[in-house]
């Protein structure tokens, strides 16, 4: 348990020290619940690993299952923060402008109307250059 509190405060320390020369606010804030939200899950997989060991005549040959239990609250916990991470920004990608939904049709259609490409074939010395004006 000592070895797993260590490796947070050192991950929460070197996660303090890159913000702090980058000077991201909202990445440190993200990144600090996402480790909390991480260890909180492996906690409670560990109580709950802890609470099995009532149910059997010699716990101390079970021990392991608070390990299993921390295990997995950690993979839990991971999966979540890998979930909220891609989710996060959703909005974004569904915006509107200009009061028009712009999803990915619309978005597509814009590009092919602002940045259309013109590709025209010019020989040069038997040699076929393609051209792209923008």
Request: contains cysteine.
């Amino acid at each position: 348990m000592k070895k797993f509190l260590s490796l947070i405060l050192v991950l929460q320390i070197l996660v303090m020290n890159c913000a702090f020369a980058q000077n991201e606010d909202e990445f440190v804030k993200t990144t600090q619940q996402d480790l909390i939200i991480v260890a909180g899950a492996g906690v409670g997989g560990a109580i709950l690993g802890l609470s099995t060991l009532s149910f059997y005549d010699k716990p101390s040959k079970h021990v392991p299952n608070i390990w299993t239990g921390a295990a997995i609250g950690v993979i839990v916990g991971v999966i979540f923060v890998a979930y909220n991470g891609a989710t996060r920004n959703q909005g974004d990608l569904t915006s509107q402008v200009d009061g028009k939904s712009f999803e990915t049709t619309a978005r597509r259609n814009w590009h092919d109307e602002k940045f259309s490409l013109n590709l025209t074939s010019q020989s040069n010395n038997s040699v076929s250059v393609w051209h792209q004006d923008f």
